[in-house]
């Protein structure tokens, strides 16, 4: 089981905004980073403490921050960014890490 | 160029041992957490442990399904972290990825390539 929730999938036409969320109960004292995975890639680091962009990542992706919900948003889909998307923070203690399941972006 | 490379992955039998290995390469690599990320078949991203810094006692944190069975280390003189797993089960088949840690919000901002290792009979 994960100590972090994500819906299992998310499906937009391009153009449109994606909206993935996370909760957690330790979400509100520890920070969520968000990673982009494609097939056969490692994974990309997308957002970290919340809501930053690490130099490199488009401005269409962005992170906020509400109480036991983390969300990243995605403004603008394109066709690349078809991929699994996996949230993950740390449990109150920082020692063990917490990965939500992963949520399936489609780009129909 | 900050760079993590996986290595010793391999077919392997149940109950068998492997050692992986991630070197590093331009940041300061005593300064880091290093973490082992895997993705097994069909599955999602699992955390599998944790390398802390000399300053941190190189204290070490296992997720709960490899616990007691895997060991990560570190060589700070060989800029390397290492991965040693004993009694591997088939649910331990998955690509392996060493991970730096970013400490300011404990991310991993830094993956190698992966390093595939497969248990079956």
């Known amino acids: 089981s994960f100590e972090l929730t994500q819906p299992a999938s998310v499906s937009v036409s391009p153009g449109q905004t994606a909206n993935i969320t996370c909760s957690g109960d330790t979400l509100p004292k520890q920070y969520a980073n968000w990673y982009q995975k494609k097939s056969g890639q490692a994974p990309l680091l997308l957002i970290h403490k919340d809501s930053q962009r690490p130099s490199g990542i488009p401005e269409r992706f962005s992170g906020t921050s509400s109480g036991t919900v983390v969300m990243l948003t995605i403004s603008g889909v394109q066709v690349e960014d078809e991929a699994d998307y996996y949230c993950q923070s740390t449990d109150r203690d920082n020692r063990n890490v917490l990965l939500g399941g992963g949520t399936k972006l489609s780009v129909l | 160029e900050v760079q993590l490379v996986e290595s010793g992955g391999g077919l392997v039998q149940p109950g068998g041992s492997l050692r992986l290995s991630c070197g590093a390469s331009?940041?300061?690599?005593?300064?880091?957490?290093m973490d082992w990320v895997r993705q097994g078949p069909g599955k999602g991203l699992e955390w599998v442990g944790r390398?802390?810094?000399?300053?941190?006692?190189?204290?070490?944190e296992y997720a709960a399904s490899v616990k007691g069975r895997f060991e990560i280390s570190r060589d700070e003189s060989e800029n390397s972290a290492y991965l040693q797993m004993e009694s591997l089960q088939t649910e331990d088949t998955a690509v392996y990825y060493c991970?730096?840690?970013?400490?300011?919000?404990?991310?991993?901002?830094?993956w190698g390539q992966g390093t595939t290792v497969t248990v079956s009979s």
């Open positions: 390398s802390r810094t000399k300053a941190h006692y190189y204290a070490t």
């Open positions: 331009g940041f300061m690599f005593g300064h880091h957490y």
């Open positions: 991970a730096r840690v970013d400490l300011s919000g404990y991310g991993w901002d830094v």
